[in-house]
């Protein structure tokens, strides 16, 4: 099981650590940030493929994993 590391800290790839905003992000050395809503760290059990989804989609936009998540929850809620 991965962790995802909070802003600032890197870890070798080897280790098994994603940075926040994936592993482009992390060698970019840069992360998007939504800065307009306030976050909270919850858990949540879901499919390891959308887990595998949420990392990839941020990876490829440049997105920090919370914004591909937003993104994700408000598709769906304002859609009902």
Not at 38 to 44: A, G, V, Y
Not at 58 to 71: P, Y
Request: charged letters at 25%.
């Amino acid at each position: 099981m991965s962790t995802v590391c909070q802003p600032g800290e890197r870890h070798p790839a080897q280790c098994g650590v994603v940075p926040a905003g994936g592993l482009a992000a992390a060698a970019r050395g840069t992360r998007a940030r939504d800065t307009t809503q306030e976050t909270e760290r919850i858990t949540f059990h879901v499919e390891r493929r959308w887990i595998e989804a949420i990392r990839r989609q941020a990876d490829l936009d440049g997105l920090t994993i919370t914004q591909v998540v937003n993104q994700a929850f408000r598709q769906h809620f304002d859609s009902q």
